[in-house]
C-alpha cells in the first residue's frame, strides 16, 4: 500500500504516470501524497506482472518496482532483503503501521519484534536461545530470502519451512506479519476466496510480546482463540485497543508496606523478571522481592 500512513480517499484518487517518468499518487485534492521519485530517459512502461509486482521499466531494465517496497506481505518469488522489512498494519480494519516487524537483524538473523509505544523486543526466534540453537546461521552476510511457488521459504540464516499443502504450484500464497505478531503463509485454490493458514512461526500465540499490553495476561483456547484480560486491581486502558495494556485502579505507593502478593495460576509475567526463583513458597517469594 502507497502512502500507508496518511491513506488517500478511495473516491476521486488518482495513480498516474507522468511525462517526467515518475509515478504519482494524488488524492481528490489533487495533492501529491506518494511518488516512486524516478526520472528516466528514453520514455518508461508500466506493467502489473502475473506475480504481483508493479514495474516501471524502460530499454535498460526496471527502474522501480513494488516488490521492493512491501508493506506486511510477502508474495512468491519476491525478494526479501537487509533493505526490506514487512510491517503489520495497526488493525484489521486500519492498515497503518502496526508495532510489529519481521526483518533482517544485524547479525544476519531473521526476527520478529515488537515496537510498542513503550518497551520492545524480540521475540522469535526465542530471544533465551543462542542463534544455532535456533537453527540459525550468522556467517552469511548476504541476508536473502524468498518463497517459492511450491510453498518452500528458504532464507540465507538457514531459515526454511515449507507450507501444509507444498508442491502445488498453481495455488496462491502469500507470506503475511498478522496485527496479532504472528507470522503466517496463506494459501488459496484459484476462484475461492477464503484464505487458508498453511503455516505460522508462532504456535502458542500469547508467547507474542504485546499483544494485551502492560499488565495485561494473555490466554488462548483453540476454538475462541486468544483472549485479554487485566491483572487483579487493574483495569483496561482502552477497550478498543489492548496494545495498551492496563492501568492500576489504586494509587502507587513506594512503600513496601503497602504492597502484597496474589498467586495467579498457570501464568509466566514474561519479559519483567529480575531473577528466578524455583521451588519456592509464596511467603518465600514475597520475601526475595520485596
Known sequence: ??????????????????????????????????????????????????????????????????????????????????????????????????????????????????????????????????????????????RKAMIDSFGNFSSIDDLTFWS?????????????????GNLRLYSREERKEAWVVSWQAMRQPCKIHGLCGENGICSYAPSTGTKCSCLPGYKVKNQNDWSYGCEPKFNISQNASDFSFIQLRKAEFYGYGFGSFPNKTLKECETECV
Open 1 to 142: 500500500m502507497a502512502n500507508r500512513d496518511h491513506p488517500v480517499n478511495g473516491k476521486r484518487s488518482k495513480l498516474s504516470l507522468l511525462g517526467t517518468d515518475n509515478l504519482i499518487l494524488t488524492d481528490a485534492a489533487q495533492f501529491k501524497v506518494w511518488a516512486t521519485g524516478t526520472a528516466s530517459r528514453p520514455s518508461v512502461q508500466l506493467q502489473l506482472h502475473d506475480d504481483g509486482n508493479l514495474v516501471m521499466s524502460n530499454s535498460k531494465g526496471t527502474i522501480w518496482q513494488s516488490f521492493d517496497s512491501p508493506t506486511d506481505t510477502l508474495l512468491p518469488l519476491q525478494q526479501f532483503t537487509s533493505y526490506t522489512t514487512l510491517i503489520s498494519r495497526r488493525r484489521n480494519s486500519n492498515y497503518s503501521s502496526g508495532f510489529y516487524k519481521f526483518f533482517f537483524d544485524d547479525d544476519n538473523v531473521l526476527r520478529l519484534r515488537f515496537d510498542g509505544p513503550e518497551v520492545s523486543g524480540f521475540y522469535w526466534p526465542p530471544p533465551w536461545k543462542l542463534s544455532w540453537e535456533s537453527g540459525r546461521s550468522t556467517y552469511d552476510r548476504r
Open 164 to 180: 501444509a499443502d507444498y508442491g502445488v504450484s498453481w495455488i496462491q500464497r502469500r507470506l503475511t506479519i498478522d496485527v496479532d
